[in-house]
Every structure is written in C-alpha cells, then in structure tokens.
C-alpha cells in the first residue's frame, strides 16, 4: 500500500496508469496483481484506480458507462469540493482522466459522450451507472486477491443505467471524422493477427 500512497492526488493516480502499457488480454487482475505485472486494461486500471484513491481518503467508487456496439469503459471516480472527477486506463487517447468539475454524473458521462466510438466510427455511448462502493467486495479481497475479480465487472451488469440519449438522438448521430478518430487513436494498441 505504501506504493499507492506514494500517487499523493488523483493526478496522480491518473500518470501512474498512463505509464503502464495497455493489457491486451481477457483477464481481471486485483490491484496487487496490476503492482506486480506493470500492467492494465481499463477494468483493471479503474479497480486499480478506485484502491489508490481509497489509500488516498476517497471511496473506492467505480462507475460504468455502458455503450451500444462497443466495450463498456469502467472508471473510478471520485468528488472533490462537490464535483466529480475520474482516473481510468483507456487503449483511447481522450477516455481516460477528468478533473474534478463536473457537478453531476451525467456532466461527467457526457464529456466521454463525443470521444467514445467504436472502430467503425460510430458514436456509441448510451448509458452510464451509480457508482458502486467497492468496499462491498471487501470480505473476498478484491484489492490484494490473487484471484481474478471478475465478480466485480459481473455485478457492474446487473446494476440499472440512465440513459444519455433519447431513441430519436440514438438515431440521429453522425459517425466521427477521420481527424478525430486519428486523434483519439494516438497510442491505440491492437492484438497483432496470427
């Protein structure tokens, strides 16, 4: 734990996940295991960011914004002076950190709703949970487990969201140019073909 409180700030969190190369793989790996590898996907860098924030005096909140077409993305967030703001480890260059300025949930979901595409360009960010306390997970250990805490992304799916969009925007929206999906992609790793 003595690593986590060496981040200091939210901020901090956020460039200790920004220096770890992208997990490619279908894993869910606890903070401990994220410590010890050097590295993360966004499931595992949000559980990792909720532990370093907890260290740190926040709740470890995680929060999911749940897309159509797409992966969710999986947050931790956190409030500070009233407003919200999140660290996550993202493969896309504008998903990731967020000061904490953001006076409700759907502020907040609303600043990834431009810059959340799928590879065929399509907007595709529809909804966003409450977060979940993940102290409710503490008797199975999810910060030092050497298990996978795949119950922790299987409970994500069964809690309600609020929808961002109306069925008539949903059906509206344009696809991304190629200038921002250029800029978004800066960094984007892919699993290379057999």
């Not at 981040?7 to 793989?25: E, N």
């Not at 797409?70 to 967030?77: R, S």
Request: contains cysteine; proline residues 5%; glycine residues 4%.
């Amino acid at each position: 734990m003595r690593q986590l409180r060496a981040l200091k700030t939210p901020a901090g969190v956020q460039r200790f996940l920004d220096s770890l190369p992208y997990h490619l793989a279908d894993t869910a790996w606890s903070p401990r295991q994220v410590l010890r590898e050097r590295t993360a996907h966004c499931l595992e860098g949000a559980i990792f960011g909720a532990a370093a924030l907890r260290v740190l005096g926040f709740p470890p909140l995680l929060w999911d914004l749940e897309a159509v077409n797409d992966t969710d993305h999986v947050l931790a967030i956190f409030k500070m002076r009233g407003c919200w703001g999140a660290v996550a480890k993202s493969n896309f260059t504008g998903c990731r950190y967020r000061e904490p300025v953001y006076r409700t949930l759907r502020e907040l979901a609303m600043s990834y709703f431009n810059i959340y595409f799928n590879l065929r360009s399509e907007r595709t960010l529809r909804r966003y949970s409450q977060p979940v306390d993940l102290s409710r997970f503490d008797r199975r250990r999810w910060m030092t487990s050497e298990r996978s805490v795949w119950f922790i992304a299987e409970y994500l799916c069964t809690i309600p969201h609020t929808p961002l969009l109306t069925a008539v925007q949903s059906r509206k929206l344009t696809r991304i140019d190629k200038r921002t999906r250029a800029a978004e992609m800066v960094g984007h790793v892919s699993k290379k073909a057999k």
